[in-house]
């Protein structure tokens, strides 16, 4: 073989590894390019059993303090940020006119119970002058039938002649005046009975007026015990927003109180929730603490999509439908020993371990 065919036939050769080599090449490009596509879908076999998402905060039971009566803050005894511990008097209201509402009520409820003590003694009076009724038309019955009986005698004296008419006809009237008397004694009676009544019936509205008079001075001096605006359990203080001397009113926003049980809020896309179930082990680290991690459990899911909580809930019968993932919130409770750190607001990031449920799924 000559040297030229020699040449050429190494030049084929490697014409033919450059050729080999650019479609190996090509070909590696190209199955690089599926598994980063795979990998960025989350398919097989790049499937991931941690569901994870940003749309994370940090939630607490922030509490806002406000005054339930109106007045000059005569103190305010708590900084900015403070921890506070429950019932530590925190500001006080000017309670010079409470204390005397208190003072008012207080006098109105002793002249409610003065009167009610006065329809018990009205009332011993009543059944006292019952009896001495009863006793008067004991006494004018007894009368009525001696008047009777002394008749009779006269009617048989006029008989045989022993008395006059005149006399028969005074006896006769005596008879009349007595029982006379004896249904006025029973008219008096019962007028005295009435009155006992009026007495009882009477009592039931004194008794109201007493405990109408006593839940007044309840307002009053839960009105006197609302001057001073306690802490209503342990927690940490925003921002104090008034100060001593400034007038407020009823209502008004005064500082927060944030305690310290917090828990975290991600709101997981619905393609996310097909294995999301209470009780799985959570991480997540928080942007503000520098990635430091911490540790959780999903507590609760939201039983509706965040978008079902609105103001205005969203229409899509319009025409323009454009399929959105709805936002599905989950509760994850904080159940490492860091959490001191956490405060509320803060955005975090959210890892779900589904992998529990899903050997269970299988």
Known sequence: MSQQEQSQLAERERNNKLR???????????????????????????????ESTENAYVRGQVTFISPQVSGYVTAVNVLDYQP??????????????????????????AMKKAALDNNVQQRRSAQAVIERNQAALS???????????????????????SLSIRERDASRASNSQTMAEVEQAKATLEVSRQDLRTVIINHASL??????????????????GNTRIIAPRDGQLGQISVRQGAYVAAGTRLTSLVPQQMWVVANMKETQMAHVRPGLPVTFTVDALAGEKFQGEVEYISPAAGSEFSAISPDNATGNFVKIAQRIPVR???????????????????????????????
Do not use: C
Request: a negative charge.
């Open 20 to 50: 080999i080599l650019s479609i190996a090449m090509g070909a590696g490009i190209a199955i690089v390019g599926v598994l980063v596509i795979l990998y960025a879908w989350q398919l097989p076999p790049f499937t991931s059993q941690i």
């Open 84 to 109: 506070v511990h429950k019932g530590e008097v925190m500001m006080t209201i000017d309670d010079r006119i409470y204390r005397q509402r208190v003072h008012q009520a207080q006098a109105q409820l």
């Open 139 to 161: 006494n004018a019955k007894a009368q009525a039938v001696k008047s009777g009986l002394d008749l009779k005698r006269v009617d048989n004296l006029v008989a045989d002649g």
């Open 207 to 224: 008794e109201a007026d007493v405990a109408n008079a006593q839940a007044a001075l309840e307002l009053a001096q839960i009105d006197l």
């Open 332 to 362: 994850i409770k904080i159940t490492g020993d860091n959490a001191a750190r956490l405060r509320p607001g803060m955005s975090v990031e959210v890892n779900i371990d589904t992998s529990a449920a899903v050997q269970e799924a299988k």
